[in-house]
């Protein structure tokens, strides 16, 4: 018997359901709705719009209802870091700050300076350290005055709002809160040091719940909001990228992931976090994932890049893949550092790019495509940088490179990561995240068992794209130079 399930997949910038079908074997994934997720600049500050998606889950329930299928259950993936504030009479306190405001800039040694060194948070948390960390979030917040922080009676990533704002029920699913800078990898939970500094108490937080708990089910309101009925609602691996990892096609262990969207995660799968010398002076995040399994990897500005500089670009061609084309037409020599501060949240990524060239003594990009060029080579050669520092800790030898995410399907990247990195790159799924997110929510209904199961179950249901890398030489010149950009 074919079973649906609805998962909610919520990006930085769309969002969209995906209505899933399983019979036993294979999954069949059709989009639902999709949606812009807006950020919103209002009075000095950057939000998310909290409540307008909200209603887009009610409108994906509408058209489940007006379409007559019987759901099994519905799970909600986003973004890691943010979370929304809710009061006393369970009313959400205002709108969820976005970690793309610039509030948190300076937080970081702030933090270091007043309250615990980097060595110490690092060895308390395994995380990386950025600004918008949830951690240095709330400091900030606390330190300005935020009245919804203030008052707030729970703490919740977005998430676990959404899936109390359709069931009334907090959670603190465990994948979502490792990106906080919050969680204690040994405990697994919230650590008290860092609550201490905060001035928060665990409670606030919800009740800590693992990939595949049922949270609840549908409110009585937003049943009759919507037509359906009471629909249970599981906490998949609620962090997006922990879902996508689900659905990496891979065998064995000799694999690094790429998540490759607007942020690019780069990474491998441990047994146990990964908490050394050599990763803290890399600045390597230890985020959770299913089966206890960690997440080891580096975030890096993604595609971030390109999306910006596309809106400024005009007379170029509105399809994607004919913009990315573009890449070829340039040979434009010009390289960038993805993670310099200057591509954080600058008012225009092209005079970003610009000023980085300028600073760095290199020519100017002057067309749309050296851009695109510039762009993608340089992705391409901090995958291959990252991977080599990933080589040399990880507990066995990476010999492929799996790619999941929308940037799969971009060939240029894909041909050049292959290149750059000497590593066969298998591209897909495109759909990683939602497909993710679909299994653990099959495996909470009894439909699959392991892990490596619900691996099984993607190779059967989605088409991968090989990329064996060729014209390797030609990148050693520019990889020499790339690396010097970083010094």
């Known amino acids: 018997m074919t079973k649906h399930f609805l998962a909610v997949d919520l990006g930085a910038t769309s969002g969209r359901t995906v209505l899933a079908a399983f019979d036993g074997r294979r999954v069949e994934m059709t989009e639902w709705t999709r949606f812009r997720n807006p950020q919103i600049p209002l009075l000095g500050h950057v939000f998310w719009d909290l409540p307008h998606l909200y209603n887009e889950i009610l409108t994906a329930l509408r058209k489940v209802a007006d379409e007559g299928v019987q759901l099994t259950s519905i799970g909600i993936d986003t973004w890691g870091v943010d979370v929304a504030f809710v009061g006393k009479d369970g ?93 204690n990898p040994g405990t697994g939970d919230i650590d ?44 998949v691996a609620g962090h997006d990228t922990a879902s996508a990892v689900a659905a990496v096609p891979a065998e064995g262990e000799d694999f690094a992931y790429l998540s490759c969207g607007t942020w690019s995660l780069l990474g491998i799968e441990s047994p146990h976090a990964i908490i050394t010398d050599e990763s803290f002076r890399h600045n390597f995040t230890n985020e959770g994932g299913l089966d206890g399994t960690t ?18 670009f005009n007379d170029v061609p509105q399809d994607v893949n004919e913009l990315n084309a573009l890449c070829h037409t340039s040979t434009f020599e010009g390289l ?63 010999r492929r490179l799996h790619v999941i995410g929308g940037g799969s399907l971009n060939q240029h990247l894909m041909q050049w990561t292959a290149d750059a990195t000497g590593l066969t790159v298998i591209a897909g799924p ?58």
């Not at 928060?200 to 409110?219: A, W």
């Not at 997440?295 to 400024?312: A, D, P, S, Y």
Request: with cysteine; glycine share 8%; net charge neutral.
């Open 91 to 183: 009313q959400l306190l205002g709108l969820p700050y976005c970690y793309r405001d610039a509030h948190t800039d300076g937080a970081v040694e702030r933090f270091f300076r007043e309250h615990m060194p980097a060595c110490e948070l690092y060895q308390r948390t395994g995380i990386q350290f950025m600004p918008f960390n949830t951690l240095f979030q709330l400091e900030t917040l606390r330190r300005n005055g935020c009245t919804a922080l203030a008052e707030a009676e729970k703490i919740l990533f977005i998430p676990d709002a959404l899936s109390y704002m359709l069931t009334g029920e907090a959670v603190c699913e465990q994948t979502i809160l490792s990106t906080s800078q919050m969680m």
């Open 192 to 235: 008290e040091t860092l609550l201490d500094i905060l001035g928060l108490r665990r409670s606030q937080f919800g009740r800590l719940v693992q990939p595949g708990t049922l949270i609840g089910t549908l409110s009585a309101q937003v049943q009759a909001a919507t037509g359906v009925g009471a629909v249970p609602v599981v906490s």
């Open 295 to 312: 997440r080891f990897l580096k975030n890096i500005c993604g595609l971030w890049l390109f999306e910006n500089c596309r809106k400024e």
């Open 336 to 398: 960038i550092q993805p993670d310099d501060p200057l591509f954080a949240h600058p008012d225009s990524m092209t005079e970003a790019i610009r000023q980085f060239c300028q600073r760095t003594g290199q020519p100017q990009p002057q067309q749309p495509a050296d851009y695109v060029r510039c762009i993608f080579r340089s992705l391409a050669l901090r995958y291959r940088q990252i991977l080599e520092i990933l080589d040399g800790m990880a507990d066995f030898r990476i």
């Open 430 to 487: 495109a759909e990683g995240t939602a497909l993710g997110n679909t299994l653990v929510q099959i495996r909470a209904a009894g439909g699959v068992g392991s892990l490596a199961d619900m691996r099984a179950v993607v190779a059967k249901s989605v088409a991968l794209k090989n990329y064996t890398p060729h014209d390797t030489a030609d990148w050693g010149e520019a990889y020499a130079r790339f690396v010097a950009l970083a010094k």
